[in-house]
């Protein structure tokens, strides 16, 4: 594999290299950071270093913009959940926040530089009907019109169709648990919500870090969508470096994935966490790890796909395979989310679709 295919990689693995970059290289470094969504992470991460003003004039002007751009993303996501809150607060429902959300409220290291496309956060099932009723009268509205649509997110998704502000234009992702029903490894919301923790806003809630990585580990592997997987391995890999220091996190992490179901996303996790980043992974937890793992074919498969799904989505990087492997990700997540028989004809209605609209 070539190196401009691997140039933000190799940056992120090992950030003083950046000094050794041509104007061309920083040209394609910036686009496909840009495309990744951690254009701003990469200015926060040189800022750290205190190495951000050796960057050369062009493609510090673009650093400094992401990291503004960010800066005011995560100002908007902390009023929007006020809000949130201040609309919901008569229906006394415990909120519970999810990823980009959850990371900024409790101050988390991946909350640093991240862009947001909507605000994702729990609530009990039997009360998930209230709380969109309360939002639909405080100026959110549903773009899903189509009566099929309504009918999937309702029966077989873990959450309402998605919400937009009439005003604000934020996007809400209500849920009530983290892993579709339909899906082949469930997960009940009881257990999450016992172990959750408390924030000091408004009793606002979030996900012990167990749970926390992995939820974020099956949002990425399960879910299909690559187009901001390189991002999402990364906050993997801040999440894991920062609770791994609490102690006994990294016996817990196992055994929790163990209980939820979860330990295919888990072991996936530190297979690519060390493929593509090297981050390293205490040798117990890997062993642990090694319970899971699949055949040596599927190793290998697994290794095509996601080695290719995991780069940047930017031209740059798309190898002949590229394509494939994408879309065969994209067919492996809706078999581990739907029935077959669910599934066949989902597929069928989505494709007839995508046709008409072309």
């Known amino acids: 594999m070539s190196d401009r295919r691997h140039l933000l990689l190799n940056l992120l693995r090992r950030p003083d290299d950046f000094r050794a970059l041509s104007l061309e290289q920083w040209d394609l470094v910036v686009r496909q950071a840009r495309r990744s969504g951690v254009l701003a992470r990469i200015a926060f991460l040189l800022e750290d270093r205190g190495s951000l003003a050796e960057v050369p004039e062009g493609p510090l002007q673009h ?43 409790a101050d988390l290291p991946p909350a640093r530089g991240r862009l947001f496309a909507d605000i994702d956060f729990m609530v009990p099932k039997d009360r998930i009907a209230a ?23 309702r ?7 998605p919400l937009r502000h009439d005003r604000r234009q934020t996007v809400l ?11 082949r490894a469930s997960v009940e919301p009881e257990p999450l919500v016992a172990a959750s923790r408390t924030l000091d806003v408004a009793a606002l809630r979030i996900l012990a870090p167990t749970d926390m990585v992995l939820h974020s580990a099956v949002h990425l592997f399960n879910d299909g ?33 163990e209980d939820l179901g979860l330990t295919g996303p888990l072991y996936l996790t530190f297979r ?49 395979l590229t394509p494939l492997a994408r879309w065969l990700l994209y067919a ?7 029935p077959f028989a669910l599934l066949l004809p989902h597929l069928v209605r989505k494709a007839v679709h995508r046709g008409e609209e072309e």
């Open 155 to 161: 029966q077989w998704t873990h959450q309402i169709p």
């Open 63 to 105: 650093l400094l913009a992401a990291r503004t751009l960010a800066l005011k993303h995560v100002r908007d996501v902390r009023w929007e959940v006020i809000c949130v809150t201040r609309v919901l607060a008569d229906l006394k429902v415990p909120i519970t926040l999810l990823k980009g959300a959850a990371y900024v409220f």
């Open 225 to 257: 969508e690559f187009d901001r997987g390189l991002r999402d391995l990364l906050d993997l890999s801040d999440l894991l470096r920062h609770f791994g220091a609490e102690p006994g996190f990294w016996d817990a992490l196992p055994r929790r994935a």
């Open 272 to 320: 690519y966490l060390q493929r593509l980043l090297d981050v390293p992974i205490p040798p117990k937890a890997l062993s642990a790890a090694e319970r899971w793992q699949p055949s040596t074919a599927r190793r290998a498969l697994f290794d095509s796909l996601f080695d290719r799904a995991l780069l940047p989505d930017h031209k740059s990087c798309d190898g002949r």
């Open 131 to 153: 709380v969109e009723k309360a939002l639909l009268r405080s100026e959110w509205l549903t773009d899903v019109t189509d009566a099929y649509d309504q009918r999937y997110y």
């Open 332 to 338: 492996r997540a809706h078999y581990l989310r739907m």
């Open 173 to 183: 992702d209500v849920h009530h648990t983290i892993v579709q029903p339909t899906a």
